[in-house]
């Protein structure tokens, strides 16, 4: 009988069990992880590339892989067999860094530009009491003598106490002459204590902002007293091993193991960056009391384990959109056992609490007079329109192309992606990489760049075909077909040709039409047009560098005065940061939420045709883009 091992994936963390023998892309499959296979097992496009972290292996020689890199551990899967306990690491989804934006720091930058305020009044917070001992004079509860010194503190008719708070309270009391230090949540006019603890105890209380992405998940730990961020972390959405989006997900959680399994990989998720950024800033998890979450609507579904499917099914309602305060123990989380959660409103199906919340970094509901128009360009698309007064949004399925899935030379924006990238006359790419290294792909920025410089030198049509006569020199074949070179493969990470197909044009044009044609159908049923436009903020995934001016070129974002234009990056995140620290964000959030008209364009006539027109470069109608057709006029 064939022996078994047991084959570990990162980051996934799925391990699976096989016979010796089966290939490592075999094993993959069994996990079912998303590891390419473009030229079926044959060893000939290197798309499979694994790194064995631990476990001794060997793997048959193939040119699809360079000496260098088989030094450094990578093989290929595919040509790999499993002979004994394997760690192994897939490439494409490499450690995400994310910079540190500190709180006090980003709100100097942005505070006569956002809607939200930088206030340290969080929900939570920890005090110091001295609860006399009992005596015979004084012979009150330990509970009501506490409550006695709380009010002293904090006149409130409206204390509660937690249970578990009583069942330590006896012996905490006693200790240290009665000096404590209680934790206490507010909510409204009512307080509830949720933990008890000797003075000598730690005093600084924790929470967490967090932003649930369909492909990546980052978190903030914050000091609640100061607002300090502590620690960041990052990683890929352990669900995208589950469908790479919403809707795929939401198919997914059709039977109810499922759904349990997506919610467990998602709590798995949050938890393991829970552990690295209390394991930085050398805190414990059980001094962690609150958290401020937000995501859109099926990832906030999944995180609460709620079923997704109606949000896909007609007349698409979610179970909810103002969500009640979560206990951490209810999830799983690793905070403390009475750690309150806080997911922000959501709006309708496809516009989540990650757009209300990163409403409050945008001055949208702070201004009455100028009208402005908010981007979140991830997986999915969501925008709003609107000022201090009135709010209209809606979503569209973009597609998770500027998040580097979906075109074979795409990838997020870390180490090694291309992420600005121009073609000289003479046809030369010159491009700048994240962190200097040899390139490995191209993030959003970095694609955007490359179809609109292809499509301003004439490389392609306005249908995003080759023009085989101007590019011939360009044009190599591989296992996917004709390809543009981007970078030849001795100058490439992985050592073979960096291309881009008409296939990954094609489904660039699909998600920027979808994105523009969303815009417009919005404005349409606002009552406006493009030029009425004061101000337009776009959030998302796209990397440090969009480049506004090749964004317009390729009908991606509206031709309007580049000065409009503002790149604000992860905003979902930062509102989640500013709900944390001070109750008055999160009630401005509630009233955004309250007062944004939802569009359905699913259900809109006439989004198909919008859609059509933007599957263009830029757009069917050129007049739309009058720089964009001096340029070519030129
Ligand atoms: S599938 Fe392994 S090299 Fe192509």
């Not at 009665?178 to 000598?200: C, H, L, M, N």
């Not at 209209?392 to 990838?411: L, N, R, V």
Request: aromatic letters at 8%.
């Amino acid at each position: 009988m064939n022996k078994k091992y047991k084959v570990k994936f990162f980051p996934f963390e799925s391990t699976v069990s096989v016979s010796s023998g089966t290939s490592i892309l075999d094993a993959a499959k069994k996990a079912n992880l998303p590891l390419k296979a473009t030229c079926g097992a044959k060893g000939t496009c290197g798309d499979c590339v694994i790194r064995v972290l631990s476990g001794t292996y060997q793997s048959k020689h193939s040119a699809a892989l360079s000496e260098e890199l088989i030094r450094q551990g990578y093989a290929l899967a595919c040509q790999t067999e499993v002979n004994d306990n394997l760690t192994i690491q897939l490439p494409q989804f490499q450690e995400l860094s994310i910079k540190i934006v500190s709180g006090s720091e980003f709100f100097e930058e942005h505070k006569n530009n956002i809607s939200g305020i930088y206030e340290i009044n969080p929900v939570v917070k920890s005090i110091s009491l001295r609860v006399p001992p009992p005596t015979l004079e004084d012979s009150y509860s330990d509970l009501k003598r506490l409550e006695r010194e709380f009010r002293k503190k904090l006149s409130t008719e409206d204390l509660n106490c937690e249970y578990s708070v009583l069942r330590k309270l006896a012996h905490v009391v006693r200790e240290e002459k009665g000096e404590i230090t209680i934790v206490v949540f507010r909510s409204g006019q009512s307080w509830t204590i949720i933990d008890v603890k000797e003075a000598k105890a730690a005093k600084n209380i924790y929470g967490l902002a967090c932003d649930i992405g369909t492909t990546t998940v980052v978190l903030y730990l914050v000091e609640l007293t100061s607002g300090k961020i502590l620690s960041t972390a990052s990683s890929y959405n352990q669900q995208l091993k589950c469908g790479e989006d919403i809707i795929s997900r939401i198919n997914y959680a059709q039977k109810p193991d499922r759904l349990q399994e997506l919610h467990n990989l998602i709590v798995m998720t949050v938890n393991n960056l829970i552990d690295k950024a209390t394991r930085s800033a050398k805190i414990s998890t059980a001094d962690i009391y609150s958290a401020s979450v937000s995501g859109n609507t099926t990832m906030i579904h999944l995180f609460l384990n709620l079923e997704p499917r109606y949000i896909r099914e007609e007349p698409y309602v979610p179970t909810f959109n103002q969500v009640p305060i979560i206990l951490s123990r209810d999830l799983g989380l690793k905070m403390n056992y009475e750690g309150r959660i806080y997911c922000g409103p959501a709006v309708g199906s496809y516009v989540g609490s990650d757009i209300t919340a990163g409403l409050l970094c945008t001055p949208l509901v702070r201004d009455s007079k100028k009208i402005s128009l908010f981007i979140d360009a991830g997986t999915n698309g969501e925008l709003v329109v609107g000022n201090s007064d009135w709010l209209m949004t809606c979503a569209c399925s973009a597609g998770p192309a500027f998040e580097g899935s979906g075109t074979k030379c795409g990838m997020p924006a870390t180490e090694g992606a291309i992420e600005q990238l121009i073609i000289e006359n003479n046809g030369e790419l010159e491009y700048k990489v994240i962190n200097g290294s040899k390139p490995k792909g191209l993030c959003g920025s970095g694609l955007v760049d490359l179809l609109a410089e292809l499509f301003i030198h004439g490389y392609i049509d306005r249908h995003g075909k080759f023009n085989v006569e101007k590019a011939k020199d360009r044009l190599v074949e591989d296992e996917t077909g004709i390809g543009f070179l981007i970078e030849k493969g001795n100058n490439s990470y992985w050592g073979k040709d960096l291309i881009i197909t008409e296939k990954d044009i094609s489904n660039l044009i699909r998600t920027k039409g979808a994105v523009f044609s969303a815009c417009s159908l919005l404005l349409k049923n606002a009552g406006l047009t493009f030029d009425k436009i004061d101000a337009f903020y776009i959030a998302g995934g796209f990397g440090q560098h969009l480049n506004i001016e090749n964004s317009i070129r390729i009908g991606l974002l509206p031709d309007l005065e580049r000065n409009k234009f503002h790149y604000i990056g992860n905003s979902s995140l930062l509102g989640a940061y500013l709900i944390l620290l001070s109750d008055k964000n999160r009630e401005m959030v509630n009233e955004i939420s309250k007062k944004m008209t939802y569009i359905e364009l699913n259900t809109e006539p006439s989004y198909m045709n919008e859609y059509t027109g933007a599957l263009f470069l830029p757009h069917t109608e050129m007049e739309l883009f009058p720089s964009v057709k001096q340029i070519l006029n030129s």
